[in-house]
């Protein structure tokens, strides 16, 4: 019966059509990797149940959640003094977490270059004293400020950064001077891209769906000594036991309930970059990418990339109909919305920029085959022909 099942099951996963997708995220995750997961979904390595089924203590759990922080710790050079947690929450969650942890003096400052980098410095302003060290706001945060010389003070509890701003497709491709103070960055959108030295960082964290998995699982990696003690050092008295990085620290994520099949996806994408080469080689592989589409917008004659050469993402790419070119607002809206349309029609999928932004985008993460980014140019190049 059950392999019955699981036949049927694979016949139809076998038969679907995938699309590209260029979604900022939830985003296209690897299709070898969905496919193991298919093939595992109603019996888990011979447990007679799906992961989702199973209870977060059992052994054969416990290995899934040992092997992905091992994994990662393996594809990032994780030091030994640093903790790897997996939570939930979303970004969203470590915008409040990351003050209510670590703000012992009550300020700190930050680096607003986008949407996420300002709900998470409105966010801090709950919780204490939230500066303001360098925005990009004055241009639609098409560049990333100059962060040479901050006007950082000794007092600052951390720096904050968004370090990919998936919105405006920026990324900090240099880190900030932060004067001696630690450092506090949301990779969400450029998680596992390329190689980082993670001795320059207090806490890095990234939401899983955007480079890494689904939705639900925040991966949080932290230098032990910012972990505060919950009886001396915690700063937010009333900080729930959930927030208190030292609740999942010493319970190695295991406190509550983890979003285990989300752990487990990830586990499996960390499983399939190191087989892929690691860091090293997917960072060549988003590079070329890259290069392909900024390339083809250089030279397009009918669209143009929207940010500050030397700050673009490698992730997403954010690009318009050039109104140097059509001029007439109305116009370029229309042949925007014309080729969001015929885009999907072609099988790409999720162009369209973000709704505050407008415009159109490509996201372009670790799983986009080097095919997709060609379809895409080969698509904007016939639409560039029929259309200008
Ligand atoms: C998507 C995104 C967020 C928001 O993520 P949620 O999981 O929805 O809270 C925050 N920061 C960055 C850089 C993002 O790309």
Same mark, same amino acid.
């Given at each position: +019966? /059950?392999?019955?099942?699981?036949?049927?099951?694979?016949? #139809?996963?076998?038969?679907m059509?995938?699309? @590209?997708?260029?979604?900022?995220?939830?985003?296209?995750?690897p !299709?070898e990797v969905l496919?193991?997961?298919?093939?595992e +979904?109603?019996d888990y390595?011979g447990?007679?149940m799906?992961?989702?089924e199973?209870?977060?203590?059992?052994?054969v759990y416990d290995e899934?959640?040992?092997d992905?922080e091992?994994?990662?710790?393996?594809?990032?050079?994780?030091?030994?003094?640093?903790k790897?947690?997996?939570?939930?929450?979303?970004a969203?969650?470590?915008?409040?977490?990351?003050p +209510?942890n670590?703000?012992?003096?009550?300020?700190?400052g930050y680096?607003?270059?986008?949407? $996420?980098a300002t709900?998470? @410095?409105?966010?801090?302003?709950k919780?204490?004293?939230a500066?303001e060290l360098?925005?990009?706001? =004055?241009?639609?945060?098409s %560049?990333?400020?100059? *962060?040479?010389?901050?006007?950082?003070?000794?007092?600052?509890d951390y720096?904050y950064? *968004?370090e990919?701003n998936?919105?405006y &497709?920026?990324?900090f491709? !240099?880190l900030?001077?932060?004067?001696?103070?630690i450092?506090v960055?949301d990779?969400?959108? *450029?998680?596992?891209?390329?190689p980082?030295?993670v001795?320059?960082?207090?806490?890095?964290?990234? &939401?899983?769906?955007?480079?890494?998995?689904?939705?639900g699982?925040?991966i949080?990696?932290?230098?032990?000594?910012?972990?505060?003690?919950?009886?001396?050092?915690h700063?937010?008295?009333?900080?729930?036991?959930m927030l208190?990085?030292?609740?999942?620290?010493?319970?190695?994520?295991?406190y509550?309930?983890?979003p285990?099949y989300?752990? @487990? +996806? *990830?586990?499996?994408v960390f499983? $399939?970059?190191?087989k892929n080469?690691g860091?090293?080689?997917?960072?060549?592989k988003?590079v070329?990418?890259?290069?392909l589409l900024y =390339? %083809?917008?250089?030279?397009?004659k009918?669209?143009?990339?929207?940010?500050?050469?030397?700050?673009?993402?490698?992730m997403n790419?954010?690009?318009?109909v050039d109104?140097?070119?059509i001029?007439?607002?109305?116009?370029?809206?229309?042949? !925007?919305?014309?080729?969001?349309? !015929?885009?999907?029609?072609? #099988?790409?999928?999720?162009?369209k920029g973000h709704?505050?932004?407008?415009?159109m985008?490509?996201?372009? %993460?670790?799983?986009?085959?080097?095919e997709?980014?060609?379809?895409?140019?080969?698509?904007?190049k016939?639409?560039?022909?029929?259309? /200008?």
């Amino acid at each position: +019966m /059950l392999s019955v099942l699981k036949n049927n099951f694979l016949k #139809g996963v076998k038969k679907m059509k995938r699309v @590209y997708n260029f979604s900022a995220g939830p985003a296209v995750l690897p !299709e070898e990797v969905l496919r193991e997961a298919a093939d595992e +979904m109603l019996d888990y390595k011979g447990s007679g149940m799906s992961v989702m089924e199973m209870s977060h203590r059992s052994k054969v759990y416990d290995e899934i959640i040992k092997d992905a922080e091992k994994d990662l710790r393996t594809l990032m050079n994780i030091p030994s003094n640093y903790k790897v947690l997996f939570l939930q929450g979303g970004a969203h969650m470590q915008f409040a977490q990351v003050p +209510m942890n670590l703000m012992k003096n009550r300020k700190a400052g930050y680096i607003v270059t986008g949407q $996420w980098a300002t709900r998470a @410095y409105k966010e801090a302003q709950k919780f204490g004293e939230a500066v303001e060290l360098a925005s990009s706001k =004055d241009k639609t945060f098409s %560049y990333i400020p100059d *962060c040479s010389d901050l006007p950082i003070t000794d007092d600052m509890d951390y720096i904050y950064i *968004c370090e990919n701003n998936t919105i405006y &497709g920026t990324v900090f491709h !240099e880190l900030p001077n932060t004067k001696g103070h630690i450092l506090v960055s949301d990779q969400s959108s *450029c998680f596992l891209s390329k190689p980082v030295d993670v001795t320059k960082y207090g806490i890095i964290y990234a &939401g899983a769906q955007k480079n890494v998995g689904p939705a639900g699982t925040v991966i949080v990696i932290i230098r032990e000594d910012l972990i505060p003690d919950e009886e001396t050092t915690h700063v937010l008295p009333g900080t729930p036991t959930m927030l208190m990085y030292k609740t999942q620290a010493d319970n190695d994520s295991l406190y509550n309930t983890p979003p285990t099949y989300g752990i @487990y +996806m *990830c586990g499996k994408v960390f499983k $399939w970059l190191l087989k892929n080469g690691g860091l090293e080689a997917i960072y060549k592989k988003n590079v070329e990418k890259a290069n392909l589409l900024y =390339d %083809y917008l250089d030279n397009s004659k009918l669209f143009t990339g929207t940010v500050v050469k030397k700050d673009r993402s490698l992730m997403n790419v954010p690009f318009i109909v050039d109104p140097k070119v059509i001029t007439d607002d109305e116009k370029r809206a229309e042949l !925007e919305a014309k080729f969001i349309k !015929e885009s999907k029609a072609a #099988g790409l999928e999720n162009l369209k920029g973000h709704r505050s932004v407008g415009g159109m985008r490509a996201s372009i %993460y670790n799983a986009m085959p080097k095919e997709g980014v060609i379809a895409l140019i080969n698509f904007m190049k016939k639409f560039e022909e029929e259309n /200008l």
